[in-house]
C-alpha cells in the first residue's frame, strides 16, 4: 500500500513539473551562426505597449486549441504551423512581432521558427493569456 501511495504521488510531481511553466522564459539563441534572439516581456509591458503605439508590432496568438485572444489580436497562427505561414508575417525581417499562447511553451515554439526564418525582433508574453488574465485584464472570447 505505501509503495502505491509513493509512485502515485512520484507520478504526480513528475507530472506537474512537466506541466509547469518553468519560471520566466529567457531570451533564445537562433543558432550559433545568427545573433537574433526573442525577448520576453511583461503583462505590464505589452499592455503600455498597446496603450502606445499599437500600430507599431504585430499581435500573434500562437495557442492551439483556441481559448481566447487577447484585443487587438491581429494574427492567430498555430504554435505547430509558423514555419508553414511565414507569408502572414512582414516582410520586413526587422518588423516587431509579438507572440503569445496560454502561458508560454507554444509562443517561445513559435518564436524559434521566426528566429530561424530571419526575424530579428520577435517578442513573446511572459506567462500569455493567463497572465494577462491574473492582471485583471480581458480576453476576447470569438476567434
Same mark, same amino acid.
Given at each position: 500500500m505505501k509503495k502505491t501511495l509513493f509512485v502515485t504521488l512520484l507520478m504526480t510531481a513528475l507530472l506537474l513539473a512537466a506541466c509547469s511553466p518553468? =519560471? %520566466? #522564459?529567457?531570451? /533564445?539563441? %537562433?543558432?550559433? &551562426? !545568427?545573433? %537574433?534572439?526573442?525577448?520576453? /516581456?511583461?503583462?505590464?509591458?505589452?499592455?503600455?505597449?498597446?496603450? &502606445?503605439?499599437?500600430e507599431s508590432f504585430l499581435l500573434v496568438n500562437t495557442h492551439i486549441p483556441f481559448?481566447?485572444?487577447? #484585443? =487587438?489580436?491581429?494574427?492567430?497562427v498555430a504554435y505547430t504551423e509558423t514555419s508553414d505561414h511565414l507569408d502572414l508575417f #512582414? %516582410?520586413?525581417?526587422? &518588423?516587431? /512581432?509579438?507572440?503569445?499562447?496560454?502561458?508560454? #511553451?507554444?509562443?517561445? !515554439? &513559435?518564436?524559434?521558427q521566426?528566429?530561424?526564418?530571419?526575424?530579428?525582433?520577435?517578442? /513573446?508574453?511572459t506567462g500569455g493569456m493567463n497572465a494577462w488574465q491574473a492582471a485583471g485584464l480581458p480576453l476576447e472570447m470569438e476567434p
Open positions: 518553468g =519560471g %520566466a #522564459p529567457q531570451p /533564445i539563441d %537562433a543558432g550559433e &551562426a !545568427s545573433e %537574433a534572439v526573442y525577448t520576453p /516581456i511583461s503583462v505590464e509591458t505589452l499592455a503600455e505597449m498597446m496603450d &502606445a503605439r499599437r481559448e481566447g485572444n487577447l #484585443p =487587438g489580436t491581429d494574427l492567430s #512582414p %516582410a520586413d525581417k526587422d &518588423a516587431e /512581432i509579438v507572440l503569445y499562447c496560454l502561458n508560454d #511553451p507554444m509562443s517561445r !515554439s &513559435a518564436a524559434e521566426l528566429l530561424a526564418a530571419g526575424y530579428r525582433n520577435v517578442k /513573446i508574453l
